[in-house]
């Protein structure tokens, strides 16, 4: 039987596993029980591990925060469930975590016989967020690099994700610091997707990211323009309130970039997150949601997804 995780009391780090002996350390930032299942810190750059029964790893990127990219990775993650993908998403953003808010999870997961977390279920996408383990939504984060890398690494390689992904969507936290440098070393990628609204100051940042992936070798699949244009309910004037597109399709065409999508301004895509049930499960058949899967099309067209099975009803919590 899978061993049931408490729920947390205390900021971290604290005890998050039943075990007679897990300790927290820069070897074990998340408790897990240790059965040599761990890998320790080793010199020079890592070999890159395939993560097992996943078959694809798209990472979701922005660089700068607050331009919808987790929302973005959760939206194309559902869509690649109704195209008939096995999908998974996994929050790498230890800081700032959003899978358990935009999937209404919060339960600890359980673990397998072999020590693995074991990725909770909604609306048929396996998740795994640090956000499940801490307890509290208002508990902080508060490790040094070492602990963060570690962390990093046991959640790329201590979830069982049997019997099997089709697609792993990782959302990556903002900048282009360890974290991306670290996930960027240590499994293989099969391509990024660059996250940006057409404001200046978030397509500077975009650049710095579509720059990191091409200095670390990992393809750029294409960019998603967020919050582009308004559209009053009232008179149907459109208004880009973040600015032209000019720095968008600039970028794409000095980076060689493929523009794979439009993601309109508007109300209902934020609200559908907070409160837990992403656009493209709340409002399928709107304009908005055929853009996420327009999105996901595209992107498993570029790394080999085949056709899928065609929309298919999602399942409830596991």
């Known amino acids: 039987m899978p061993t049931k995780l408490p729920p947390s009391t205390l ?14 350390s820069h070897e074990n930032p998340l408790g897990l029980p240790q059965k040599g299942t761990i890998p320790r810190f080793q010199r020079g750059l890592p070999a890159k591990r395939p993560i097992p029964s996943v078959a694809h790893i798209i990472a979701i990127s922005s660089a700068k925060g607050g331009v919808g990219k987790s929302t973005i990775a959760a939206n194309l993650s559902l869509a690649f469930t109704r195209l008939g993908h096995r999908t998974g998403l996994l929050d790498t953003d230890l800081f700032g975590p959003s ?25 048929g996408v396996k998740t795994m967020s640090i956000g499940y383990l801490i307890g509290s939504e208002s508990a902080p984060i508060v490790w040094r690099g070492p602990m963060l890398l570690k962390a990093i690494q046991q959640l790329l390689h201590d979830v069982d994700w049997s019997p099997g992904l089709d697609v792993l969507v990782l959302d990556l936290p903002p900048g282009t610091g360890d974290v991306q440098l670290s996930i960027t070393q240590q499994i293989p990628l099969s391509g990024a997707v660059i996250v940006t609204t057409p404001h200046t100051l978030a397509v500077k940042d975009a650049v710095k990211g579509v720059e990191m992936f091409e ?46 999508g ?36 595209r992107l498993g067209e570029k790394i080999g997804l085949g056709g899928g099975s065609g929309d298919e009803v999602m399942g409830g919590k596991a």
């Open 262 to 297: 439009d993601v309109p301004l508007h109300p209902n895509i934020g609200e559908d997150a907070s409160r837990g049930k992403p656009t493209v499960v709340a409002e399928p058949e709107s304009e908005r949601a055929g853009v996420f899967m327009d999105v996901a099309r």
């Open 99 to 123: 899978v358990p808010t935009l999937f209404s999870l919060n339960s600890p997961p359980n673990l397998t016989p072999k020590n693995q977390l074991i990725p909770l279920t909604n609306y």
């Open 215 to 260: 200095k670390v070798n990992v393809p750029v699949l294409g960019l998603v323009q967020n919050m582009s244009l308004f559209t009053c309910p009232c008179c149907s004037t459109k208004t880009p309130v973040f600015g032209g597109t000019e720095g968008v399709n600039k970028m794409c065409e000095d980076y060689g970039m493929e523009f794979l």
């Open 11 to 24: 900021l971290v780090p604290r005890r998050f596993f039943s075990s007679t002996t897990p300790k927290h």
